[in-house]
């Protein structure tokens, strides 16, 4: 396990950067083009920790994969699609490493197959809840068992019908799994959500052919014969992972940053409106589409930040964004709260519990609530050892507040950040920023 060193930051940070693939849609690029009929390509494909689980786990299912590592941390994949039938009996439980989407994802395809299969992960995920998919996959007729509603489930054949299903919580994880079932069933689906969680399911299975419909709050698949045409697509960099060089650059003073081609669904620019909010310069560029999905170039500068509450829809299109807007909320002038986002205690780690226990080893007074949290600004983080508890937005977050702090800051276990952003220390350093891993 590897230790990343934070130094206060005494330059601006300057640069054009690119980040990697966004980590929702190449998942789904993988599992998606593996039930195609023919052949998918994939270019710009995350090859973080998460979505090189869901690769490995297509290809123990019997799809063939060809990767080229064109650049480091961006591939392009070709991906022989199966079929939605033609997928093989894995020999051993599928490995989902720490993937949620992975896990989640793809119990919605294998609850259809004619062959069973088990579905484990990390002891990281074996803690995470698994009944939210559990529940609407047996209500579809599905043969699933969790243990006590955790992995590792066991999913055997059966014949699957079509669900009015309403999600307790916005969540696209869920959502998805319902979708993919969906593929496999007798009659219509139709899935109500409560609030607008991320939509990448439903784009990428209208652009391979599949007749969904879907409004804000709901999203329906009409009964028929289904098949899904092979993709070909350019994964847009991750919001979710340009949100942390953007943040630095708001709060370092000086700086200037443009990060190109970053992805901008509206269901996941959440951040940029809390930013906005708070007084925050960062623009959105040259919006462009690619492969259905909006994308632009973001830049952002310095500016002293206030502080504003967040709760309601806006919480679902930030979900991942908190940890690192609890550091820009530390540096904003005042009280800032955050509500509704219950869900974060459910994450790779409880981002709410974890997360203050760490700000409050860097000196940043944060006071919990069941559903968030409240933080006092601004004050400068001070020196010390904090660990990501494997969580990589955690990990990239008390980085990013080391940059501001008034001694060095150590972050323990930090290696767990290509789950999502390979390269994330490099990328940091490439704008200026005084961070590197212990040698
Ligand atoms: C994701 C959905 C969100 C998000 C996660 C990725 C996805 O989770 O937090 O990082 O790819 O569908 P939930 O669906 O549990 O909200």
Known sequence: MADLLVSPQQTPLRGTIRVPGDKSISHRAVLFSAIAEGQSRVEGWLPAGDTLATLEVMRALGVPITVSEDEPNAWSLTVEGQGLCGLQPPAAPLDCRN????????????????????????????????RRIVTPLQAMGAVIESEDGHAPLTI???????????LPVASAQVKSAVLLAALYARGATRVRQPGPARDHTERMLAAMGVPLRAGRHWVRLPAGKRRLRPLQMVVPGDISSAAFPLVAATLLPGSAIRVEGVGVNPTRTGI?????????????????????????????????????????????????????????????????????????RVKEVDRIGVLAGELRLLGIPIAETADGFTIHGPVRPRGGTVSSHGDHRL??????????????????????????????????QALGASMSWEI
Request: glycine share 10%.
């Open 99 to 130: 993937a949620g989407t992975c896990i989640r994802l793809l119990a919605g395809i294998l609850a259809g197959q004619p062959f069973p299969s088990v579905l484990d992960g990390s002891e990281q995920l074996r803690r995470r809840p698994m």
């Open 156 to 166: 055997n054949p059966a014949s699957l019908s079509g669900i009015r299903y309403r």
């Open 272 to 344: 940029l409106e809390l930013l906005a909010n708070m007084g925050a310069s960062v623009s959105v560029e040259a919006e462009r589409e690619s492969g259905g999905e909006p994308v632009a170039d973001l830049t952002a500068r310095f500016d002293e930040l206030h502080a504003t509450s967040v709760s309601g829809d806006v919480v679902v299109r930030a979900i991942d964004e908190f940890p690192i807007w609890a550091v820009a909320a530390s540096q904003a002038a005042g009280a800032s709260t955050l509500r509704d986002a219950a869900e974060l």
């Open 395 to 428: 990990g990239m977050a008390l980085a990013v507040a080391g940059l501001m702090a008034t001694g060095p800051v150590r972050v323990l276990d930090a290696d767990c950040v290509s789950d999502s952003f390979p390269g994330f220390v490099e990328t940091m």
